[in-house]
């Protein structure tokens, strides 16, 4: 069965400074997906950035940058110049690729990510 | 913008009642799930709907639990009897298509405490 750890509960950061979220997962599958999602206060879970397994290049979204490094089923997730904005809970999610098993998410227990002004 | 939209967002229940959670998804989204989050632990899949009929659902949907689409907008999840420990906010999603990268539209969950 996959599995997702996120060994982080709780994260700070200064306003425009970089944070690293970390992620690590289990999993026999070659082909699979892997996501970041947001949860502000509003609980609305919103997707951040995916990654494809089997691209090498790592994902990025204007200030959100992941480094996927699938040898060792680690995937961080990188916000570089935050904002008050991006204090959340964030997930860890993996996602098998179609046809090779389940379509549900797995998901992490989460990474509290705090902004300091 | 398109959203999922749950309601009740909090509702209350007294251990042994029927509870119904309501779920309108994107109107051209064809698969629907339910998940839940119990207080502190990870999301966990509960089950995924296509076609009017349970595609796929995991060891906690047990008997108590049902889904359907009554009238082809919304996606209700219904406990039948309660017990404490289904406490938890339950989420909903929708998705276009179930291939792996498609992404998944989350509602806001409903907040079940059961007492």
């Known amino acids: 069965a996959q599995t997702v750890t996120q060994s982080q509960p709780e994260m700070s950061v200064q306003e425009a400074e970089t944070v690293t979220l970390s992620c690590t997962y289990d999993?026999?599958?070659?082909?699979?997906?892997l996501f970041w999602y947001k949860q502000p206060p509003s609980r609305q879970m919103i997707l951040v950035i995916r990654?494809?397994?089997?691209?090498?290049q790592n994902a990025t979204e204007n200030r959100f940058s992941v480094n996927f490094q699938k040898a060792a089923k680690s995937f961080s997730l990188k916000i570089s110049d935050s904002q008050l904005g991006d204090a959340a809970m964030y997930f860890c999610?993996?996602?098998?690729?179609?046809?090779?098993?389940?379509?549900?998410?797995?998901f992490g227990k989460g990474t509290k990510l705090s902004v300091i002004p | 913008e398109p959203e999922v939209t749950q309601t009740p967002s909090h509702q209350v229940t007294q251990m042994g009642q029927e509870v119904i959670l309501r779920c309108v998804p994107i109107?051209?989204?064809?698969?629907f799930y339910w998940y839940r989050q119990i207080l502190g632990q990870k999301v966990e899949f509960l089950v995924s709907?296509?076609?009017?009929?349970?595609?796929?659902k995991s060891e906690i949907f047990d008997d108590q639990f049902s889904v359907e689409r009554p009238d082809g907008s919304n996606f209700t999840l219904k406990i039948r009897s309660t017990k404490l420990e289904d406490s938890a906010m339950y989420f909903c999603?929708?998705?276009?298509?179930?291939?792996?990268?498609?992404?998944?539209?989350f509602g806001q969950g409903t907040r079940l405490t059961v007492v």
């Open positions: 109107s051209n989204h064809l698969y």
């Open positions: 709907f296509y076609n009017n009929e349970i595609s796929e």
């Open positions: 999993t026999s599958e070659s082909d699979y997906y």
């Open positions: 999603a929708s998705s276009v298509s179930r291939t792996a990268n498609t992404e998944a539209f």
């Open positions: 999610a993996y996602r098998a690729y179609s046809g090779a098993g389940s379509y549900q998410l797995t």
């Open positions: 990654q494809e397994a089997y691209k090498q």
